[in-house]
């Protein structure tokens, strides 16, 4: 059993990366030993009263000036053992200039040394000036242990940050040592911060950091773990001193076991579960980087496949970095040379009457092959180029449509999509009145299709630009509705004009009466609020005549028309002008 004064697990790991940094008993040592010979030699040359003076280029040097020397040397030496080595640096130099004292009175009275007066006046400045320099140093000390506590610490929950993970995960591979990089993420845990408020949020993340501690602290998983928060609900594990996988894999059964316990917040019973996702060291990956892409690859796959198994190992199939950064390359290569092109998606009413088209990003590559949007749309994301993507889709879409308008004086709508990141830009508003003036498109005929998500990552913000976009007299669409985190609060004074139901639930709308009876709900909670209702991958005549009979307004899907080049769209209004 450990005795009280046993640190704990955790802390023990933070002390032993400090004391990494500090300098080695090697260098005291060294320090140490060089005072001794340097003292000894000076001391030998002061009983040597009547040696004679050393000659240099013809000068006489007597042997008191090379005496004087090795002493200021010895000097800084004991300064340097307390400034480098704190409290044994200090003790051991106290006591070695203290022991000096009956030497130099010795040599003095016996020997009529009289040149060690001096000395003896300046054993007592150094004394002063290294008891000055300790307790100067001593309060530097705490307040950097409060400055590193601070740094290494995350403020929430007590457990170490990013930043400690970071320097161990650094200094295990600058051993050497075997270790798995667990990552975990709470699932579900943006939904439940939006529904019970964001103080039991707090609530909940300090628990789990408290379960998780206790577990690495206390050592009942087998293994030498270290637990850390890296941001909101996301948490690491850093697992040392096992003999298998399967014991990497019972180590973190244990953590994600202490989640399945009950929380009681408020009186409230929560059930809390995660998805943990690991990488080793130097088995799977030698960078820190690849090891922590490389867990949060797996964890990812676990949150995708959503089954029982909440723990997976990495393997290279999970996360093709090298396709990652080829497709970015070549995102970035056709925003560069403006080669982004669109297709558009007709929308029709339930009559078969033409609505609008939706304006569909699409890019080839160099050699002139296709890129399905499912590859280049979530790299781009990831990488922070979905806003250009966007950007150029809208602006070319919009040019096109202007040009149509001309030609056919059509009134239907243009919708195009604007990413969280694309309508959070301080510059949105002003590159919409651009696009709009330099086209020719009327802002009546533009509809804007945004995701629910804006509403939880930044409402204010979110509530101020659509208000600015609808008195310009834009039409906003409320994207896949019913995927996200929607909330009957914000919904009832949302200023759009359309919710589009998800594929995912047209694909099961006759798979069973509550499924159909789910999407009729969608569409009665949006007719009841002042909204339009359109569903998109409509593919199947089942699906349309039920749509039609629950009262949906707009379809958007292949039975009725699949994503088509602007010149097909062009024909297609032209058909229905002529009709």
């Known amino acids: 059993m450990k005795s009280k004064n046993d640190k704990k697990t955790i802390q023990k790991t933070l002390d032993s990366l400090l004391s990494a940094q500090k300098h080695s008993k090697v260098g005291f040592a060294a320090l140490l030993l060089l005072y001794i010979v340097v003292s000894i030699i000076a001391r030998h040359i002061s009983l040597k009263a009547n040696l004679p003076p050393i000659m240099l280029s013809g000068h006489a040097i007597p042997w008191g000036t090379l005496t004087g020397a090795l002493t200021s040397l010895a000097n800084i030496c004991i300064i340097m053992l307390v400034v480098f080595f ?13 022991l000096q004292f009956p030497l130099v009175l010795s040599a003095i009275i016996k020997h009529h040394a009289f040149t060690n007066i001096p000395g003896v006046f300046g054993n007592i400045l150094i004394i002063i000036a290294i008891i000055i320099i300790y307790f100067k140093n001593t309060k530097v000390d705490e307040y950097q242990t409060r400055m590193r506590d601070q740094a290494v610490t995350d403020r929430l929950t007590g457990l170490p940050n990013r930043f400690a993970c970071s320097e161990l995960i650094n200094e295990l591979i600058r051993r050497g040592e075997k270790f798995a990089l667990v990552h975990a993420d709470i699932n579900g845990f943006k939904g439940f911060n939006s529904t019970m408020g964001y103080e039991t949020g707090n609530q909940v993340l300090i628990e789990i950091a408290q379960r998780f ?28 001193g096992y003999h298998s996988k399967t014991e990497i894999a019972k180590t ?18 929560l059930f809390i579960t995660a998805s943990f996702g690991y990488a080793e060291y130097p088995s799977d990956a030698k960078s820190a980087d690849s090891l922590f892409s490389y867990a949060d690859a797996a964890m990812n796959e676990v949150k995708r496949l959503k089954n029982s198994n909440h723990i ?44 609008g088209f939706e304006a ?74 651009d696009i709009l003036q330099k086209s020719g498109l009327p802002a009546e005929q533009l509809e804007i299709e945004i995701t629910e998500s804006i509403m939880i990552d930044s409402p204010e913000k979110a509530i101020q630009c659509i208000k600015e976009l609808r008195s310009m007299g834009v039409k ?62 409509v593919e199947e005549p089942e699906q349309l005549e039920a749509l039609n009979d629950i009262g949906c307004d707009f379809i958007q899907g292949y039975i009725w028309g699949r994503p088509m080049l602007p010149e097909d769209a062009e024909d297609l209004v032209m058909a229905e002008l002529n009709a």
């Open 86 to 98: 704190g409290k044994p640096g200090f003790f051991t130099s106290l006591f070695i200039l203290l």
């Open 213 to 240: 501690k206790n577990i690495a602290d206390t050592g009942s998983s087998g293994t030498l773990d270290f637990a850390a928060r890296i941001s909101g609900d996301e948490f690491v594990l850093i697992i040392r």
């Open 252 to 269: 973190i059964s244990k953590y994600d076991s202490a989640l399945a316990d009950r929380l009681t917040i408020d009186g409230c019973d």
């Open 312 to 355: 997976m190992h990495f393997t290279p199939e999970l996360l093709s970095i090298d396709r990652i950064i080829e497709i970015e390359s070549k995102i970035r290569d056709a925003l560069e040379k403006d080669t982004i092109f669109f297709y558009l998606q007709p929308q029709f009413n339930m009559s078969h009457k033409l609505r």
């Open 360 to 433: 569909l990003a699409r890019m080839r590559d160099a050699d002139g092959e296709m890129i399905y949007p499912s590859d280049f749309i979530p790299v781009a994301e990831k990488v922070g180029l979905i806003d250009k993507v966007d950007g150029a889709v809208f602006r070319k879409a919009a040019n096109f449509f202007g040009e149509l308008r001309k030609k056919t004086g059509t009134d239907i709508i243009l919708s195009v999509n604007a990413s969280v990141r694309h309508l959070m830009k301080n510059d949105f508003i002003s590159e919409v009145c």
């Open 476 to 537: 906003l669409a409320i994207d896949d509705f019913g995927t996200g985190y929607s909330s009957l609060s914000y919904l009832s004074s949302f200023p759009a004009n359309l919710l589009k139901i998800d594929k995912s639930f047209i694909d099961k709308i006759n798979s069973g009466t509550s499924s159909k009876q789910y999407v009729e709900g969608i569409i009665s909670l949006g007719h009841i609020i002042g909204f339009e209702v359109i569903s998109e991958g």
